[in-house]
T-cell receptor, first 114, second 111 residues
Framework: EAQVTQNPRYLITVTGKKLTVTCSQN?????MSWYRQDPGLGLRQIYY???????DKGDVPEGYKVSRKEKRNFPLILESPSPNQTSLYFC?????????????FGEGSRLTVL | GQNIDQPTEMTATEGAIVQINCTYQ??????LFWYQQHAGEAPTFLSY????GLEEKGRFSSFLSRSKGYSYLLLKELQMKDSASYLC????????????FGKGTHLIIQP
């Protein structure tokens, strides 16, 4: 089954404790992206990747890191989480070397930073 | 940069028709996406308009006017399961803008 898989789905952590949210897709998509979604602010892009070893900042990259060592994986790293990073996070992927075309979303990861 | 405007919330009656509008201003434009998102779930693709005009897909139709920077999503024969948020997303065609989503319209369907 074609899908985007995120882990963990739910996480409660404390300020400053490094964490990684994994994202994997099995559709051989070149484009992958991370979004956060907050009430009243909608979906905002954190980072995106056009292909392996190619990543770029989105609208809200501060406090986050990403890597794209393999085509299928695009982990989101919070080196020192803070309470303002409490949010619902979505990973998404798409065909082609650009994001034209349908975006396929993971189920979301709800993160709470205390 | 991009500016996307859509109503925050709309209410409609089961069986009726509702139109959700979206206006946008982008530095470039390839087309426009509409996504549906149920509460707590991931967005799912509804439509992608490239050319001006109306595209119909079952109960859902989407309209685009490139010259006016305007689109709408038309939902017919509303069902309770259509209660969701509807996200408008202009495709600016590359560069650092990425794909920017509007804040979404929360549609409430009443019996």
């Amino acid at each position: 089954e074609a899908q985007v898989t995120q882990n963990p789905r739910y996480l409660i952590t404390v300020t400053g404790k490094k964490l990684t949210v994994t994202c994997s897709q099995n559709m051989n998509h070149e484009y992958m992206s991370w979004y956060r979604q907050d009430p009243g602010l909608g979906l905002r892009q954190i980072y995106y990747s056009m292909n392996v070893e190619v990543t770029d900042k989105g609208d809200v990259p501060e406090g986050y890191k990403v890597s794209r060592k393999e085509k299928r994986n695009f982990p989101l790293i919070l080196e020192s989480p803070s309470p303002n990073q409490t949010s619902l996070y979505f990973c998404a992927s798409s065909f082609g070397d650009r994001y034209t075309g349908e975006l396929f979303f993971g189920e979301g990861s709800r993160l709470t930073v205390l | 940069g991009q500016n996307i405007d859509q109503p925050t919330e709309m209410t409609a009656t089961e069986g009726a028709i509702v139109q959700i509008n979206c206006t946008y201003q982008t530095s470039g434009f390839n087309g426009l996406f509409w996504y549906q998102q149920h509460a707590g779930e991931a967005p799912t693709f509804l439509s992608y308009n490239v050319l001006d005009g109306l595209e119909e897909k079952g109960r859902f139709s989407s309209f685009l006017s490139r010259s006016k920077g305007y689109s709408y999503l038309l939902l017919k024969e509303l069902q309770m399961k259509d209660s969701a948020s509807y996200l408008c997303a202009p495709d600016s065609g590359g560069g650092a803008d990425g794909l920017t989503f509007g804040k979404g319209t929360h549609l409430i369907i009443q019996p």
